[in-house]
């Protein structure tokens, strides 16, 4: 099972959306060998789910689980407040397990 | 050349807009907190949507929408009907519980294709923004949000919606509003006022610009009362285009017919002024009895006295009213002055008016009414009202107390003997060591008129008017003097 689902909308034709795709794979890669879920949703493709997801900024990144809800908007350009916003309090902690 | 403008199905404000909003624009609408935003917004899309079919998409930033359907229940606007029709669609970007945090540069794209999306899909052409302020304070960066909401205008104009963009204000007269959203939405500005004066609140909407096309300058009183919503009274917007009539109609008392050349002129505004007890009442009763001969319908608003006190004084006077109104010829409407706004009574008297459709008015007193309010919303209100009764051709007559019991005129009839067609005056005289009661013809628009003063007696038979007072002069300046 994952520990965690995380969703980002994007508009492929913004630039800030393809940074904020690169600088999440890069953390995710970094700090979460493997344990997520994630969905990328292009919402030129996928109207209804921006307004499912009652999307406004792009992009936003959604953590869907663990609860609750967490909503991150923006390029995603400052790692440590990335982790922090995606709950991840102890970074050392997490470095030290994949060490091991 | 005037841009086209989109008919709003609000009364009034297509008449003080010359038309509606500029058609395929965008309007700003900046009030304070209260002034009615969102309900003029939304009374924009449910009128689209009852008078001419037109289909609406309202985005609420700051209200729930759960909050906005059940608001609007309250006007008969049955907002889960049209939304399961297609007639109106909600854009949801109101206030969630969950964190948002905010890390680098974004744009509202997401937001532009939502609203493409609502607007396209049912053909809406007309779009409310509720409210762009509440954006800034979603957002921190609000250069971005500046940058986003003017491209998401240009979005509305390439859709070709026709568009009302609310914000806020923090003062009543001062800035148009907070963000400097007018900076880019600048091309048509309207502002609702809510302004506390003389203890009460009376609301205003002005149009501060339309670029490139004619409107109605200054601000325009306005109300809301259930099943109408907003309610403007169009006071800047009226024209003098009634037309005279030459008809004669009987006040109910046959010498004072004989004075004015032969009765009051149908559609004519009267202005009976006089102190306490100098028969004013009793005028207004006998011009309502004067109604029963022709088989007319005669409207009494008291203003004063309640319905039961003047039956009985009417009584008194030789006068069934009681029976009049049994048979339908008369209704009679009492209401303390405080109860409401002026331009609540105004609405109400209107509402009275097309429900009785009556053929005279007696409105005892107009002076009662000047209790409250400032006294350009007194000026207003009777400006508004005379012009309404001369445009369904209703003979009216007013009622003014003078302060003084002798003597020359008062505060009131300053105010409205300009826009009155005929002019009676009831005063006290005092001659011999007594003081009588007399009553003059003052003006008399459009007719000769007698001239003189009269004694007045007032019996169980009700007014009876005597031979004019002859012999001495000066009995409405203090000071009389035998000749």
């Known amino acids: 099972m994952t520990n965690y689902w995380i969703q980002l909308y994007i508009n492929r034709n913004s630039t800030t959306s393809v940074g904020a795709e690169e600088n999440l794979n890069a953390i995710l890669k970094k700090y979460f060998p493997g344990d997520f879920q994630l969905e990328i949703i292009d919402i030129q493709e996928h109207p209804d789910k921006a307004e499912e997801a009652g999307i406004l900024a792009i992009p936003t990144l959604i953590r869907k689980w663990p609860q609750p809800e967490v909503r991150l908007i923006g390029a995603l350009t400052v790692q440590t407040r990335v982790l922090a916003g995606l709950g991840i309090a102890n970074v050392d902690h997490l470095l030290k397990q994949k060490e091991e | 050349m005037s841009i086209p403008k989109l008919q709003t199905g609000i009364d009034a404000f297509d008449l003080i807009s010359e038309g509606g909003l500029p058609v395929g624009r965008t309007t700003l609408l900046a009030g304070s907190s209260g002034s009615a935003k969102t309900l003029f917004g939304a009374q924009f899309l449910a009128m689209g949507i009852l008078k001419f079919n037109q289909k609406g998409v309202f985005v609420t930033f700051e209200e729930q929408v759960e909050d906005i359907r059940n608001d609007l229940k309250g006007f008969g606007w049955d907002i889960d009907q049209w939304e399961s029709e297609g007639k109106w669609t909600f854009i949801d970007a109101s206030p969630k519980e969950e964190d948002v945090i905010t890390i680098g540069e974004f744009d509202l794209s997401a937001f532009r294709i939502r609203l493409e999306r609502a607007i396209t899909k049912n053909n809406a052409q007309r779009v409310v923004i509720d409210s762009i302020g509440s954006i800034f304070t979603h957002f921190p960066e609000h250069n971005i949000i500046r940058q986003e909401m003017s ?87 009226m024209k003098l285009t009634q037309h005279a009539s030459n008809l004669r109609v009987s006040s109910g008392v046959p010498e004072l017919d004989q004075m004015c050349g032969g009765g009051f002129f149908k559609g004519s505004i009267i202005l009976v002024s006089g102190a306490t007890g100098a028969g004013k009442t009793l005028l207004a009763a006998n011009f309502i009895n004067g109604a029963k001969e022709k088989k007319e319908r005669s409207l009494l608003l008291a203003f004063e006295e309640s319905k039961e006190q003047i039956f009985r004084n009417a009584q008194g006077w030789g006068q069934d009213l009681e029976q009049l109104e049994a048979d339908g010829f008369l209704k009679v409407v009492s209401t303390y002055p405080e109860v409401s706004s002026l331009e609540d009574h105004l609405i109400s008297i209107q509402e009275l008016i097309k429900e009785f459709k009556p053929d005279r ?86 007719s000769r008129h007698d001239a003189s003063i009269r004694r007045i007696l007032i019996d169980a038979e009700g007014m009876q008017i005597g031979q004019p007072i002859t012999g001495i002069s000066g009995l409405l300046s203090h000071t009389p003097i035998v000749a």
């Open chain 2, 151 to 237: 491209k998401v205008t240009m979005t509305l104009r390439r859709l070709k919606a026709t568009a009302l963009i609310t914000t806020e204000r923090t003062e009543e007269y001062g800035s148009i509003s907070r963000y400097g959203v007018e900076e880019f939405l600048a091309d048509n500005v309207m502002i609702l006022r809510n302004v506390l004066t003389n203890e009460r609140r009376r609301r205003t909407i002005e149009i501060l610009k339309f670029r490139g096309s004619n409107h109605v300058k200054g601000e325009n009183p306005f109300t809301i009362v259930p099943h109408h919503a907003i309610v403007i009274v169009p006071i800047s917007a």
């Open chain 2, 361 to 446: 008015i007696a409105l005892d007193s107009i002076s009662a009414l000047t209790r409250n309010p400032s006294e350009k919303g007194f000026q207003e209100f009777v400006v508004a009202l005379t012009n309404f009764l001369k445009h369904e051709g209703i003979t009216t007559l007013f009622t003014a107390t003078t302060h003084m019991l002798t003597g020359g005129a008062s505060i009131t009839e300053g105010d409205i003997a300009t826009i009155t067609d005929t002019i009676i005056l009831l005063r006290y005289v005092e001659l011999t060591g007594e003081m009588q009661r007399s009553i003059t013809v003052l003006k008399m628009r459009g």
